[in-house]
């Protein structure tokens, strides 16, 4: 299950992966990498978020994120309907370039975000889990939104 939220926090290698302000900060997460989910004195959660949770070499990065930890437990109870998807995706991020289609699993993708954080691109990032240890980076034809409806994250 994927869970649209804010990211707040996302520390990982002694830095920061996220750098703007929390307004630009969405994200679509996996709540298949989630470990340890804690309440924070202000009503927000902390986690470990793993990239890829079946690479020993993967430690975990600290995130603290908008969602209570009962909504984040929420979409972690709830399963996924359909375990592939489709994107059309642009080769080499070259988004003048005719599109080609992949089809992913969805237990591998990590993460999605929108081009340039910017929430009105029409272009959405996957961040995904190659059969091997690899992280593989995306650029897709379709918009946060559209992302997050194929990804299924409502919770019913």
């Known amino acids: 299950m994927f869970i649209p939220t804010y990211?707040?926090?996302w520390r990982i290698d002694?830095?920061?992966r996220i750098t703007r302000?929390?307004?630009t900060n969405q994200f679509l997460l996996n709540t298949n990498r989630m470990f340890e989910i804690t309440d924070t004195y202000d009503g927000h959660s902390t986690m470990y978020y793993f990239d890829n949770p079946a690479d020993s070499r993967d430690g975990g990065a600290r995130m603290k994120v908008w969602?209570?930890?009962?909504?984040l437990k929420l979409y972690v109870d709830t399963d996924?309907?359909?375990n592939t998807i489709t994107f059309d995706y642009f080769p080499e991020f070259d988004t003048t370039a005719t599109t080609e289609e992949i089809t992913l699993r969805k237990e591998n993708i990590a993460y999605c975000y929108p081009f340039?954080?910017?929430i009105g691109n029409d272009y959405t990032w996957v961040i995904y889990?190659?059969?091997g240890w690899d992280m593989v980076r995306l650029l897709v034809d379709h918009n946060y939104y559209a992302?997050?409806?194929?990804l299924e994250p409502a919770v019913v």
Request: net charge negative.
């Open 7 to 9: 990211v707040i926090d």
């Open 14 to 16: 002694g830095g920061k």
């Open 129 to 131: 889990a190659d059969d």
């Open 80 to 82: 996924i309907q359909t």
């Open 116 to 118: 340039n954080h910017d």
């Open 147 to 150: 992302v997050r409806d194929l």
């Open 67 to 71: 969602n209570t930890p009962e909504i």
């Open 21 to 23: 302000s929390i307004t």
